[in-house]
């Protein structure tokens, strides 16, 4: 194996650390501390698990996170009125509702209900709006992280060739902003991208958030390029047992790139260790807007 590892776990400790600095120089000018509210609908379990570890790593920090957990009977209308009652608590300075949520309840009505800036999300179209056009919004955690182990891997993005395998408006979208706002050249592909293997191969930076499990292999990656893994797949084993794998074959990838993310302990703890920061970042921008 020649590919540097890049450490997300290592990393987002020293993110958390930073931002529980500025949580407790916030409360010292304001007397409160930045307040994030999480809100779950139903019972998932997979999303019981995330927003729990979000409203823990939270608390950690010194930020007073808060979790609502509704009813899978719950319906729009209920979720919008507690949508608005957080928006207009001067106290809380960040709110996000776990995806997805029940049927009877449109997504894209309730993300657009959260105030543009007490979105940490950055999923409200007036961020995706701010981004897109290279100005200062709230950017969605996990392509911020992914920004944060390019910087780790010391990737020069300025002119790079760039490609970004996924085009959601959560990870693909954002991060191709991302890698354009810092010059580099970005390729996006998709499911519908033909010669995919060829588009990956000319990457210098190459991250890939689609949700299929070993979907790029080793002969897909440039020799000595940086390779950031989205993807979150569980699989069974042989025996029965399960296990979390990226969207990239591990072992073949690194043995040609020149830096790689682990999954599981790459990408995932930043995005948490990003939303720590985007709370911050939203109480400070809107108490200052205030003064
Ligand atoms: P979506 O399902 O919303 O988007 C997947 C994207 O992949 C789509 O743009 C789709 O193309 C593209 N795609 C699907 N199949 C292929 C293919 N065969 N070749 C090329 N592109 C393809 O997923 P998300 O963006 O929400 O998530 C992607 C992955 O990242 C998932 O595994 C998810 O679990 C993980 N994730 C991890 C996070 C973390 O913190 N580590 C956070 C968020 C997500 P098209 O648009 O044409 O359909």
Not at 85 to 90: F, I, S
Not at 175 to 183: D, K, S, V, Y
Not at 208 to 227: E, F, S
Not at 277 to 286: D, F, G, S, V
Request: net charge positive; charged share 25%.
């Amino acid at each position: 194996m020649s590919a540097t590892i890049l450490d997300g776990k290592k990393l987002a400790e020293t993110v958390r650390a930073e931002v529980a600095t500025g949580v407790a120089e916030f409360v010292a000018a304001h007397g409160r501390p930045p307040g994030l509210e999480v809100v779950l609908v139903g019972e998932d379990p997979a999303s019981q698990v995330y927003t729990r570890n979000k409203q823990k790593a939270s608390t950690e920090v010194g930020i007073r996170g808060k979790l609502h957990t509704l009813p899978a009977s719950t319906t729009e209308g209920e979720l919008l009125a507690l949508l608005d009652r957080l928006n207009a608590d001067e106290t809380v300075d960040g709110i996000l509702v776990q995806l997805p949520l029940p049927k009877q309840i449109s997504e894209q009505k309730v993300l657009d209900a959260i105030r543009a800036d007490k979105d940490v999300d950055g999923f409200h179209p007036v961020n995706a709006g701010l981004l897109a056009s290279g100005r200062q919004g709230l950017v969605p955690c996990t392509p911020r992280g992914c920004m944060k182990l390019l910087a780790l891997a010391g990737a020069k993005l300025e002119g790079t060739r760039a490609v970004v395998v996924g085009r959601s408006n959560i990870v693909g979208k954002p991060m191709a902003q991302l890698l354009l706002g810092a010059n580099a050249t970005v390729t996006m592909a998709h499911s519908r991208t033909k010669d995919l293997a060829e588009r990956c191969r000319e990457a210098d930076v190459l991250v890939v958030a689609v949700g299929k499990a070993d979907l790029v292999r080793g002969d897909w990656v440039k020799p000595g390029a940086i390779v950031i893994d989205v993807g979150m797949n569980r699989i069974t084993l042989a025996d029965g047992k399960s296990k979390l794998v990226g969207d990239v074959a591990f072992e073949e990838a690194a043995k040609v790139a020149g830096a790689i993310t682990p999954v599981p302990g790459g990408v995932g703890p930043m995005t948490i260790a990003c939303l720590l920061e985007n709370t911050l970042i939203a109480a400070k921008q809107r108490l200052a807007k205030k003064s």
